[in-house]
């Protein structure tokens, strides 16, 4: 496996990934989780799959996505959206609630990742665990290269318990919610865009 990161303007170095990417959000979050979300019958894409966005892609040795996710600054502006978990805080989508979080963030240095989603037959707790410490690592890779330092995310509360299990240190940032769709319970959460082994070294110096 390996991980691939890329944005809108060279989407097209990686084949057919970005497109198998959608195919695999549609399979998961619209025919598994059954949410109202935009889609045909390929693909899940919504308005947050514009040029602010950024992506962090899992491969198998043939190339096929195993998983995936989407990351955009919470400073970011494209036409009359900003960022998926702003929009729900000022009213623009009502599938979230509006009083996840007190205040609104607007940094560049905090950027939030979506649309996390991993291969269905990626069946092994080892293998996911690994496509997600390699999706991760891209995501703060990029976040890195642009200022930023920490990353959010509104996900399943699984997430929480994974990214703590890969040594990230990962925090709720408010309150659990239940999503009508699928009857999960998510929160925001957040991470220090570190990689583990700095994170680990900043740990070891804090402790001594």
Known sequence: MKNVTFELSNVHQYGSSFFDYLALRKQFF??????????NAEVEMDQYDNPMARYSLVLDDEGRVLAGARAMSTS???????????D???GKLDTIPSDLLTDVIDSPKVWECTRLVIAPEVNSMRMRTQC????????????????ADTLISLSNLWLLRA???LGYGAELLGEPYENGDDGHKYAVMAIAARHKQVANNVLQMTAA
């Open 30 to 39: 619209v025919d598994a989780l059954h949410w109202q979300i935009p889609h």
């Open 76 to 86: 970011a502006v494209w036409g009359d959206h900003t960022y998926m978990l702003k």
């Open 88 to 90: 729900a805080m000022t």
């Open 132 to 147: 997600l410490d390699l999706i991760v690592e891209g995501l703060i890779e990029m976040a890195n290269k642009e200022g």
């Open 163 to 165: 990214l703590k299990r």
